[in-house]
T-cell receptor, first 114, second 109 residues
Framework: GAVVSQHPSWVICKSGTSVKIECRSL??????MFWYRQFPKQSLMLMAT?????????EQGVEKDKFLINHASLTLSTLTVTSAHPEDSSFYIC??????????FGQGTRLTVV | GQNIDQPTEMTATEGAIVQINCTYQ??????LFWYQQHAGEAPTFLSY????GLEEKGRFSSFLSRSKGYSYLLLKELQMKDSASYLC??????????FGAGTTVTVRA
């Protein structure tokens, strides 16, 4: 069964609005959650790393005020895309690890900003 | 930055064998992963290598040579459902995963 549950799978929003994406770890505690973005026919690009109870670490070029990450509990991390614009349309995926040898991904969220 | 290279596309016939190569240059090394990703879906874990050598898992095998910065994923007895993108990912010294652009494998009948 799924180890990481991500919702929603699809979302269409109007330009200027905000969208929240949730990622839950099932049956285990995820101290660290990774957030990726993937544009069509491109690779996954790490946006930020969230750690439970502390501020997220953002990769270079990712605006922390635009992509708000909250990791308030060991089973839930959220990514909020604020004031979304069409160029933010992408596939967003969360991931966590169990031990050092396996990484598990959420189902992904296809965001379309119109 | 990290540099991970893999071919863009490969085509093979059902029942055949395909080898997907991956070369990498990263700041440190803490393991190499292979993932399968179908269009519009999240990646699913296939294999993990941290020591040199071959890891076999059913129809899929993965090889690693750390000194050469090289890995390959071997898919045997190809099935139509194996048509997907295959991602090579390397974990660096900060334990961050960097992904290659993916290799799209098309299996023909």
């Amino acid at each position: 069964g799924a180890v990481v549950s991500q919702h929603p799978s699809w979302v269409i929003c109007k330009s200027g609005t905000s969208v929240k994406i949730e990622c839950r770890s099932l049956d285990f505690q995820a101290t660290t959650m990774f957030w990726y973005r993937q544009f069509p026919k491109q690779s996954l690009m790490l946006m930020a790393t969230s750690n439970e109870g502390s501020k997220a670490t953002y990769e270079q070029g990712v605006e922390k005020d635009k992509f708000l990450i909250n990791h308030a509990s060991l089973t839930l991390s959220t990514l909020t895309v604020t004031s979304a614009h069409p160029e933010d349309s992408s596939f967003y995926i969360c991931s966590t690890e169990r031990g050092n040898t396996e990484a598990f991904f959420g189902q992904g969220t296809r965001l379309t900003v119109v | 930055g990290q540099n991970i290279d893999q071919p863009t596309e490969m085509t093979a016939t059902e029942g055949a064998i395909v080898q997907i190569n991956c070369t990498y240059q990263t700041s440190g090394f803490n393991g190499l992963f292979w993932y399968q990703q179908h269009a519009g879906e999240a990646p699913t874990f296939l294999s993990y290598n941290v020591l040199d050598g071959l890891e076999e898992k059913g129809r899929f095998s993965s090889f690693l040579s750390r000194s050469k910065g090289y890995s390959y994923l071997l898919l045997k007895e190809l099935q139509m459902k194996d048509s997907a993108s295959y991602l090579c990912a390397v974990r660096d010294r900060d334990y961050k995963l960097s992904f290659g652009a993916g290799t799209t494998v098309t299996v023909r009948a």
